[in-house]
C-alpha cells in the first residue's frame, strides 16, 4: 500500500514538472511570435513610454556605443570572434566589457543585449527579416558596420599547414582552382547556391539560406578575383590582432608581436592556381578533407557548390566537406592533421600561429568584415 | 602499529613515485613519443608552470569566481538536499514517490540544465555578473541538493534493526526519535554523500560557466582558450581546476575525520 502511494505521488509530481516545462516553452514561444508580428509593441510594453525606449533613429555610432557600453548591455559571442569590437569600444575611449552572446537573437529580443553583435549574413538577417526563425524587426533596427569605422578584420578565409603546402603543393593548387571556381560561381548565382547548400544538409531554413547568400556574396566582392589577398587588409587584420589579442602565455605572446605576414599568408599557390586556364594539376594527394569553421550553410557556399558542381572531380580531387559547429577548433583539426585543409577567420589563425602552430592561408574568401553592432531605434 | 605507520607510507609514497614518473616522462617529451602527440597539444610541464607564474592576477580573479559559485552552490544545495531528505523521512508516503522525482534530475546532464537555468535566470538581474553568478549558483546547488536528499534520506530511514523499535516501546515522541536516533544516524550518510556531491559541485561550476552570460571562472577559461588553440594556457587552468578538486577533497576528509572521528565509522 505505502508503495503504491508512494508510486503515484512520484507521478502526480512528474506530471506537475512536465506541465511546469511545457508552460515555460509554451509562454516563450508566444512573446517570440509576438514581437516578431509587432515589434512596435514589445519596444512600448519594455519602457516607461512608448517613444524613446530604444535609441534615436539618428544616433551616431559613439552615442550608441557609449550608451550601450554604459549600461553594460554590449553583447559579443567572445572565443575570438570579439577583437573587433574590442578595437571599436577602444576607439571611442570606452572599457572593454562585453557581455557573452548566445548563438541565438534571444538576448536581443528580450533587451538583456542592447547593442548585439551580428554577422551581416547570418544574425543580421534573423532579426531584420520576419521568416521562419526570424525576429521581423524590419527596419526597426540599425547597425554599426566595422568596415565603416575602420576596425574590420579580415574572416572566413582558405588555410592549410605550412608543411602539407610544402608537400602537396599540386593538390593545394588543384584545391584553390576549384574551389574558387565554386565561389565565383556561387557569388554570381546566390541563389542556386543556396538551394545547392540546404541540399548538402542544411542547419537553417531555405529563406534564410537563400539570404544568407546573397549577403555572402557581397562579401566575397565580385570586383576582385575570388581569394585575392589583399595586403592592406591583412596588415590591418595582424595590427589590430596583435593589440587586441590578449594571451596569459607570454611566450605565445610574444610570438604573436613577431608575427608578419609571411608567417601567415603564402600567396603563391593562390596566383599559380589563378593564371591556370585549364586546370590541370597532378595533385600528390586526391583524397582531402576540408573543416568548415561553422554548421552547413551559404556562409561556406562555395565550396558546397564546387562539390556539387564536379569542380573538384575535374582537377582530380576527391573531398569531403566537414561541417564545423561549437567548440570544434578548425585551427587545431587542420594543424593535428585530422582534415587538410580548413576555414578560419584570419585572427584566430593568428593566434594559433603564435601558440605554435605553422598554419598557412592560401586565399582570403570574404574581403570584408561580416561583423555588425545591431540595436533597436524608436 | 608499524605495520599501519608502513603502510601509510607506503599509501603517500607509490603514488607520489608515479606522479613524479608521469612529470619526468612528460618533460622529457617520452610521453609524447608514447601518446603519438606533440607539445602544441600536450605543451610541458615548464612552460605550463611559466603560465601559472605569469598570471597570478587573472587565474585568482577566476578562481574566485568558481569558489564562490562552488562553495554558495554547495552549502545551499547540501542545505535544500537535507531538508527535503528530513521532509521525506517525516511524511515518509509521499516521501520515497518525492525523491524518486528528485533522483531524476541526477540524470540530467549538467551541459542540458546549464542553458536551461541561465534563460531562465535572465531578468534576474539587470547586473550580468549577478546574474550568471545566481544561474551557476542555482545549477550547483540543485544537483548538490539532488544527491544530498537521496544519501541523507537513507540515513535517515536506514536504522538499525529495531532501533525504531526499541524507542517507541520507551513511549518516544517522533520528534525523540528523529532527533536521537535519526539525525545521528544520517551523520556518517552525509559524508558518504559529500564525497560524490564535493567533486559534483566543482564538475558542475565549471561546465556551467561555459554558457553563462558573464565571461568568468576557470572551467570557461580551459574551453575559450582551447577554442582558440592556446593549449598551454588552457592547460595551466586545467591544473588549476585538479588542484580545486583534490584541495576540496582534502579539506572534507580532513572535516569528517574531526566530525565522524570516534563516533561514527564509514
Known amino acids: 500500500m505505502k508503495k503504491k502511494i508512494g508510486l503515484v505521488c512520484a507521478l502526480v509530481m512528474m506530471a506537475a514538472l512536465l506541465l511546469a516545462s511545457c508552460g515555460g516553452g509554451g509562454s516563450s514561444a508566444e512573446t517570440e511570435i509576438g514581437s516578431a508580428e509587432v515589434p512596435e509593441a514589445a519596444g512600448g510594453s519594455s519602457g516607461a513610454g512608448a517613444e524613446g525606449a530604444y ?33 571599436l569600444l577602444e576607439k571611442y575611449g570606452l572599457p572593454d566589457k562585453f557581455v557573452s552572446q548566445a548563438f541565438d537573437m534571444d538576448g536581443f529580443d528580450e533587451d538583456s543585449v542592447l547593442l548585439a553583435s551580428a554577422m551581416t549574413y547570418n544574425e543580421l538577417g534573423l532579426v531584420v527579416n520576419s521568416y521562419e526563425g526570424g525576429y521581423g524587426y524590419g527596419d526597426t533596427v540599425k547597425w554599426i558596420d566595422m568596415n565603416d569605422e575602420g576596425v574590420a578584420m579580415l574572416e572566413d578565409n582558405l588555410f592549410t599547414t605550412r608543411e602539407f603546402a610544402e608537400a602537396n603543393p599540386e593538390t593545394v593548387k588543384a584545391f584553390i582552382y576549384a574551389s574558387m571556381k565554386g565561389w565565383e560561381y556561387a557569388a554570381a548565382n546566390p541563389e542556386e547556391a543556396a538551394e545547392i547548400v540546404f541540399e548538402y544538409g542544411s542547419s537553417v531554413s531555405p529563406e534564410h539560406q537563400a539570404y544568407m547568400a546573397g549577403e555572402v556574396a557581397k562579401l566575397v566582392d565580385a570586383s576582385v578575383p575570388v581569394g585575392t589577398m589583399d595586403e592592406a587588409a591583412m596588415q590591418q587584420t595582424l595590427d589590430l590582432a596583435k593589440q587586441y589579442i590578449k594571451l596569459d602565455d607570454s611566450a605565445a605572446a610574444e610570438a604573436l608581436q613577431a608575427l608578419t605576414l609571411d608567417d601567415l599568408r603564402d600567396t603563391s599557390y593562390w596566383e599559380e592556381a589563378t593564371a591556370s586556364a585549364d586546370g590541370s594539376f597532378s595533385p600528390e594527394k586526391t583524397d582531402v578533407k576540408i573543416q568548415l569553421k561553422w554548421l552547413p550553410q551559404a556562409q561556406f557556399m562555395g565550396y558546397y557548390v564546387a562539390q556539387d558542381k564536379g569542380y573538384y572531380e575535374e582537377v582530380g580531387l576527391n573531398v569531403e566537406i566537414i561541417p564545423g559547429g561549437g567548440d570544434i577548433g578548425e585551427t587545431t583539426a587542420v594543424k593535428n592533421g585530422t582534415v587538410d585543409f580548413g576555414v578560419t577567420w584570419v585572427s584566430n589563425l593568428i593566434s594559433a600561429n603564435a601558440a605554435g602552430t605553422d598554419l598557412l592561408e592560401v586565399a582570403q574568401v570574404y574581403q570584408k568584415s561580416g561583423l555588425v553592432m545591431v540595436y533597436k531605434i524608436g | 602499529m608499524e605495520q599501519s605507520l608502513r603502510s601509510r607510507i607506503g599509501s603517500v609514497a607509490l603514488p607520489a613515485l608515479f606522479a613524479v614518473l608521469l612529470l619526468f616522462l612528460w618533460q622529457t617529451q617520452l610521453l609524447h613519443r608514447m601518446l603519438g602527440t606533440d607539445t602544441f597539444v600536450l605543451p610541458l610541464p615548464r612552460h605550463i608552470a611559466q603560465i601559472l607564474v ?213
Open chain 2, 54 to 266: 605569469d598570471n597570478p592576477v587573472k587565474i585568482a580573479e577566476n578562481l574566485r569566481a568558481t569558489c564562490s559559485v562552488m562553495f554558495s552552490g554547495l552549502a545551499i544545495g547540501c542545505l535544500l538536499g537535507y531538508g527535503i531528505s528530513v521532509a521525506a523521512a517525516l511524511f515518509p508516503k509521499w516521501g520515497s514517490g518525492g525523491l524518486r522525482v528528485i533522483g531524476a534530475f541526477n540524470a540530467v546532464p549538467i551541459v542540458a540544465l546549464a542553458p536551461v537555468v541561465i534563460n531562465l535566470t535572465r531578468d534576474a538581474s539587470d547586473d550580468v555578473e549577478v546574474r550568471s553568478t545566481i544561474a551557476k549558483t542555482i545549477v550547483v546547488a540543485l544537483l548538490c541538493a539532488v544527491a544530498m536528499s537521496i544519501g541523507a534520506y537513507r540515513g535517515l530511514t536506514d536504522l538499525q534493526p529495531f532501533a525504531e523499535d526499541l524507542l517507541k516501546s520507551y513511549a518516544a515522541d517522533r520528534k525523540t526519535v528523529f532527533l536521537k536516533l535519526r539525525l545521528p544516524n544520517s551523520v556518517p550518510h552525509i559524508f558518504i554523500a559529500l564525497r560524490v556531491i564535493v567533486p559534483t559541485s566543482v564538475i558542475s561550476a565549471l561546465i556551467t560557466e561555459y554558457f553563462a552570460e558573464h565571461v568568468i571562472g576557470i572551467g570557461r577559461m580551459i574551453r575559450d582558450n582551447i577554442t582558440l588553440a592556446q593549449y598551454a594556457t588552457a592547460w595551466a587552468y586545467i591544473v588549476v581546476a585538479c588542484a580545486l578538486g583534490i584541495a576540496s577533497y582534502a579539506v572534507l576528509m580532513l572535516a569528517q575525520r574531526l566530525i565522524c572521528g570516534r563516533r561514527w565509522r564509514i
Open chain 1, 55 to 87: 535609441f534615436s533613429a539618428d544616433a551616431t555610432a559613439e552615442e550608441v556605443l557609449t550608451a550601450a557600453a554604459t549600461e553594460g548591455k554590449v553583447g559579443n559571442w567572445g572565443l575570438g570572434n570579439e577583437y573587433e569590437l574590442l578595437a
